[in-house]
T-cell receptor, first 116, second 114 residues
Framework: EAQVTQNPRYLITVTGKKLTVTCSQN?????MSWYRQDPGLGLRQIYY???????DKGDVPEGYKVSRKEKRNFPLILESPSPNQTSLYFC???????????????FGPGTRLTVL | AQSVSQHNHHVILSEAASLELGCNYS??????LFWYVQYPGQHLQLLLK??????LVKGIKGFEAEFIKSKFSFNLRKPSVQWSDTAEYFC????????????FGKGTKLSVIP
């Protein structure tokens, strides 16, 4: 089954304790992206990756890191989480962009993160 | 940078009523436009998209949207809603060729009363 998976689905942690949220897709998509969803703010893009070893900042990259060493995986790293990073996080992937056109994105199930 | 405005935060309709959700974007160049839906407890899925051509696009589940370039709008419509359409709807814009960012609106929550 074609899908985007995220782990963990739920995480409660404390301020300053490094964490990684994994994202994996089995559709051979070049493009992957991370979003956070907060009530009243919709989804905001954190980072995206056009291909292996190619990443760029979205609208809200502060406090996050990403890496894209393999095509299927795009982990989100919080080096020193803070309470304002409490949110619902979605990973998404998309077919290769033709002439730079961003195609339909397929979303993972979400990771609900609470930072105390 | 592009931005997206969705005019209604929460819309409440009775079954069989017609629906129109507003979406305006601010970007002067070529854009690609999307509507995504998030059913309760589920992840986002694509309803429809516009890249070029006919400005009236049809999506899944009877939804359609009209791109009006002069108004920078991409409103979502459905002639007769069902209780199962209860969800949150997000408009999103990508600033055309060469841009890999996707900007979402804040979302409109639709509640359909049986």
């Amino acid at each position: 089954e074609a899908q985007v998976t995220q782990n963990p689905r739920y995480l409660i942690t404390v301020t300053g304790k490094k964490l990684t949220v994994t994202c994996s897709q089995n559709m051979n998509h070049e493009y992957m992206s991370w979003y956070r969803q907060d009530p009243g703010l919709g989804l905001r893009q954190i980072y995206y990756s056009m291909n292996v070893e190619v990443t760029d900042k979205g609208d809200v990259p502060e406090g996050y890191k990403v890496s894209r060493k393999e095509k299927r995986n795009f982990p989100l790293i919080l080096e020193s989480p803070s309470p304002n990073q409490t949110s619902l996080y979605f990973c998404a992937s998309s077919l290769s962009t033709l002439a730079g056109v961003l195609n339909e994105q397929f979303f993972g199930p979400g990771t609900r993160l609470t930072v105390l | 940078a592009q931005s997206v405005s969705q005019h209604n935060h929460h819309v409440i309709l009775s079954e069989a009523a017609s629906l129109e959700l507003g979406c305006n974007y601010s970007y002067g160049g070529t854009v690609n436009l999307f509507w995504y839906v998030q059913y309760p407890g589920q992840h986002l899925q694509l309803l429809l998209k516009y890249f070029s051509g006919d400005p009236l696009v049809k999506g899944i589940k009877g939804f359609e949207a009209e791109f009006i370039k002069s108004k920078f709008s991409f409103n979502l419509r459905k002639p007769s809603v069902q209780w199962s359409d209860t969800a949150e709807y997000f408009c999103a814009v990508n600033a055309g060729a060469g841009s890999y960012q996707l900007t979402f609106g804040k979302g409109t929550k639709l509640s359909v009363i049986p």
